[in-house]
């Protein structure tokens, strides 16, 4: 029997529990499960059609479960308590492209009820200040993507759920808007970041949840998701004078090109592996070592590397 947690005892911003939803025939989500901490941020991550997009409009309240409940801040998703308490960042931000941001964000602030004079500062925050009274259609999609998370900074939600929230921005708005959510995730917002950019949210996230066929099939720590895959440790080798021929012959592994060779290892021998590399003195020139990466793990736990 599946015993209901309750978020005054967890302290949990989010709890979702055994969450089903069917879409006609079709079964959308199955039995999802999971939690999240004030100030935590969670990666949620699953191929097209997975079911994140699904996940966070019934954690929003916009849809009804089939089963299941979910708690937000301690309260039904939908009621006015559930949505003080949350704010979301859909992937095409949509405003009013004839007000100006300054107006937009007014206008936002007091839909919701927080202080009109918090938006200068939001503005500012957000880094769209000098553009405050151009009309947004005169923006570029950066620029309203920093207004949407302006949007969600607005009411100091105690839970944020953005539905990935750097698609089509670059790399230095894409920093500037993890930094954002850093700084969220401090002052207590547990954010749940539903995303393909994989070595993005390796970097900023907590912890990551994977969803295959609407089922949560992993839900941990990188370190631990990474520890229980037990994916090799690659090794590449960088050979003397550009001629792997004598390393490949003595190590084996993969010839990557004249000069590489690649070598696969468990993190348990790594140390005797290296110690094998050690012993051929001057014949390896370079070593590099890498961790399995959040997509060698998105390939173990979504299935991508099974049959
Ligand atoms: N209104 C709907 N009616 C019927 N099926 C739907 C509806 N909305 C979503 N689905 C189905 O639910 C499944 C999950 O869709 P969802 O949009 O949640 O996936 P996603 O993980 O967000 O995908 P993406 O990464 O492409 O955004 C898909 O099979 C989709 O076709």
């Given at each position: ?20 939803k069917?879409?006609g ?14 100030g ?9 059609g997975?079911?994140?997009?699904t996940?966070m409009k ?7 479960p089939?089963?299941g409940q979910?708690?937000?801040a ?16 859909p992937?095409?931000v ?26 200068d500062?939001l503005l ?14 005169t ?5 309203r ?11 100091k939600p ?5 539905d ?25 917002t547990a ?9 993005e ?6 912890r990551?949840?994977i ?6 099939v ?17 090794l ?17 592994g993969?010839?990557?090109n ?16 290296l ?12 070593v590099?070592?890498?961790?399995p ?10 299935g991508?590397?099974?049959?």
């Amino acid at each position: 029997m599946t015993e209901h947690k309750n978020p005054s005892e967890t302290g949990d911003a989010l709890i979702v529990d055994g969450l089903c939803k069917r879409h006609g025939r079709v079964q959308t989500l199955e039995n999802v499960s999971l939690a999240l901490k004030p100030g935590e941020r969670m990666a949620l991550l699953g191929h097209n059609g997975a079911g994140k997009t699904t996940l966070m409009k019934l954690i929003l309240g916009l849809w009804s479960p089939s089963a299941g409940q979910i708690s937000v801040a301690g309260a039904v998703p939908g009621s006015s308590e559930a949505r003080r308490a949350s704010a979301y960042l859909p992937e095409a931000v949509a405003f009013h492209r004839a007000l100006t941001g300054r107006e937009q964000l007014t206008l936002f602030a007091r839909l919701a009820g927080a202080p009109v004079k918090s938006v200068d500062g939001l503005l500012e925050r957000v880094g769209v200040a000098d553009a405050a009274d151009r009309r947004i259609g005169t923006w570029s999609k950066g620029m309203r993507q920093r207004l949407g998370l302006a949007q969600v900074l607005l009411g100091k939600p105690r839970i944020a759920l953005l539905d990935e929230p750097t698609s089509g921005l670059d790399p230095i708005s894409r920093h500037d808007l993890y930094a954002i959510i850093d700084e969220m995730a401090q002052h207590g917002t547990a954010v749940l970041i539903a995303s393909h950019a994989l070595t993005e949210v390796e970097a900023r996230t907590d912890r990551i949840a994977i969803m295959r066929k609407g089922r949560v099939v992993a839900d941990d720590t990188l370190a631990r998701l990474s520890a229980r895959a037990e994916l090799p440790i690659r090794l590449k080798l960088t050979a003397q004078n550009d001629d792997a021929s004598e390393v490949h012959a003595r190590l084996g592994g993969k010839r990557i090109n004249g000069a590489s060779v690649e070598l696969l290892c468990s993190p348990e021998n790594k140390m005797e592996r290296l110690a094998h590399i050690a012993a051929l003195g001057d014949l390896v020139v370079d070593v590099e070592m890498a961790p399995p990466s959040l997509e060698d793990l998105y390939r173990h736990y979504s299935g991508e590397d099974r049959t």
